[in-house]
């Protein structure tokens, strides 16, 4: 009895003395989120959750400026935002940011969403972003999934669930005002320290229960990407996956055209590992992958077969093509950039024809050396040629022949090489000497 009259008695003075909540620090934490929604966004905020919970922040502060993204990317957020001790406050800033897509379900499933003035929230509408075509049915079963999960993201938080499904089947957008109005969002905040001031004293649920929001005078802390985040979230860019493709299949070729250059190789087989990864977290075409493959190679047979240009043609098509078909998805934010297609399409192909039309030159010139180089100049007889004889030719002499009688000193023009014999034609007195 004595040991739990002490057990009692302390938990007494642990409640009188130690603050309620989760919150164990005044700070504040920040993380910064501006683009598309990707396995490495996913990466950043779960980590950035995670610190918070190890400094035990008051609450940490995601501000959110993206068109949306990838559905998996989301449902790991969503699902550290649920579980979260620490308060996860989603602000929608600054002014004339988004939260579009994926952003309006992350926003929703936040513990405090909010919005500054001249942002929006809305048009989520779920996209094909897996690669291949949905039929009439898979796309119906993708929009109710959708709808389902938000709409409940929506009472759990005690929002608009009737608007947060309308957004889903219609893709309806609304402004920071219009969404505070429906109760779409807990409040539109001018700046970071308005937001602090807004939020201080409100009663959050989380995962390590109720929580009194103390933020007024927070100290704030700064999250910043690792440099693992930064070059993943650039390398994620449809552009620049594409880029690295590219460059990857360049580098890799001029390795093997011209083994031992060692530095091609490496840059380019760095590229194809970056490509590949990005092609991971992004819904890529297989046939346009491989349309790109095979104008590759038709560039690259245009050097070995004389095609007068068919090769580099066939090329350009089905390099544009593969190009253009690359990324299976209609949302505007995972497309190729248009002007880089045709601007690497161009370039490739000048590229190539430039190589092409030097090699045809090449094999169209007169060679001048070895004994191809010897037809068509001119040298001087230093014995009669009655046909046979002997002419001077480059500091040498050489055995020749010739149909025609030709006297000392006339001048005669190779035409033929056989063996160590030159067969010669006769030229009229006036041709100039080359040899």
């Not at 100290?219 to 860019?237: H, P, Q, S």
Request: proline share 4%.
């Amino acid at each position: 009895m004595k040991v739990i009259r002490a057990f009692l008695l302390l938990s007494l003075l642990s409640a009188l003395f130690i603050p309620a909540g989760w919150a164990g620090s005044d700070d504040v934490y920040v993380a910064r989120v501006d683009g598309i929604i990707t396995p490495s966004t996913a990466d950043f905020i779960v980590g950035a959750i995670k610190k918070a919970e190890e400094g035990r922040a008051q609450a940490i502060v995601i501000e959110l400026d993206t068109p949306g993204g990838l559905d998996l990317s989301m449902r790991i957020i969503i699902k550290e935002i649920l579980r979260s001790p620490v308060p996860v406050i989603v602000y929608v800033s600054p002014s004339g940011a988004r939260a579009a897509s994926a952003g309006a379900f992350i926003t929703i499933a936040a513990h405090v969403a909010a919005m500054a003035p001249g942002t929006n929230i809305g048009a989520a509408h779920p996209v094909q972003m897996g690669g291949g075509e949905m039929d009439e049915e898979m796309a119906k079963k993708v929009e109710n999934d959708a709808a389902a999960y938000i709409r409940g993201l929506a009472e759990r938080r005690g929002r608009n669930a009737k608007w947060a499904e309308k957004a889903v089947r219609k893709s309806v957008s609304i402004t920071a005002k219009e969404a505070a109005k429906l109760k779409v969002i807990d409040l539109v905040a001018d700046d970071f320290d308005d937001l602090l001031a807004k939020v201080d004293g409100r009663v959050l649920e989380t995962g390590a229960g109720k929580i009194t929001l103390k933020t007024k005078a927070a100290a704030t802390v700064e999250v910043e990407m690792t440099f693992r985040d930064k070059i993943l979230k650039v390398i994620t860019n449809p552009t620049i996956a594409y880029m690295l493709l590219l460059l990857g299949m360049a580098g890799l070729y001029f390795e093997l055209s011209t083994p031992g250059a060692i530095l091609p190789g490496v840059l380019g087989g760095i590229s194809l590992i970056l490509a590949f990864y990005a092609f991971q977290a992004l819904p890529i075409n297989i046939a346009g992958l491989l349309l790109i493959i095979l104008g590759a190679l038709f560039f690259v047979l245009e050097l070995q077969v004389a095609s007068h240009g068919l090769l580099t043609a066939a090329g350009i098509v089905a390099m544009l093509l593969g190009s253009l078909m690359l990324i299976d998805s209609p949302a505007p934010f995972l497309q190729i950039s248009l002007s880089a297609i045709i601007g690497v399409t161009a370039a490739t192909a000048a590229f190539f024809i430039l190589i092409v039309g030097a090699a045809i030159r090449a094999h169209r010139r007169q060679p001048t050396t070895g004994r191809e180089g010897l037809i068509g100049l001119t040298a001087v007889a230093k014995t009669p040629l009655k046909p046979d004889g002997q002419i001077f030719l480059r500091g040498e002499l050489w055995n020749a022949t010739c149909e025609e009688a030709v006297e000392l000193g006339g001048k005669v023009e190779i035409t033929e090489v056989n063996g160590l014999t030159l067969h010669v034609k006769k030229l009229p007195q006036e041709a100039r000497t080359t040899g």
